[in-house]
């Protein structure tokens, strides 16, 4: 099993059922894609240390994943590029 930290953040001028409708659809990725969260925090909304796409904060979401392949991870980046919602996001590889 390969182990991954996912963190991302999301615009912060969203109303609030679009705001669970957005990390709904991401999480759902996971388990479509047989991967297991194993960690789901949400952080609140804090200052972006620099601008991203005009926004001066936005909420941030961090998720510890359990997955044998890479399908879910190569899904979570593709939806996340395209996803108008996301404007940052960052996958690590726990095990290197």
């Not at 996912?6 to 996971?30: A, Q, S, W, Y």
């Not at 890479?70 to 593709?78: G, H, L, V, Y």
């Amino acid at each position: 099993m390969k182990n991954y930290e996912i963190m991302f953040i999301v615009r912060p001028d969203l109303d609030e059922n679009t705001l669970k409708n957005t990390v709904k659809e991401l999480e759902k990725i996971f388990t479509d894609h047989k991967a297991t969260i194993t960690l789901s925090k949400e952080l609140g909304q804090k200052e972006l240390a620099y601008e991203i796409k005009k926004f001066k904060s936005g909420y941030y979401y961090l998720y510890n994943i359990e997955t044998s392949d890479d399908s879910a991870i190569n899904e979570f980046n593709r939806i996340a590029r395209i996803n108008e919602n996301v404007i940052r996001h960052l996958v690590l590889n726990l095990d290197k």
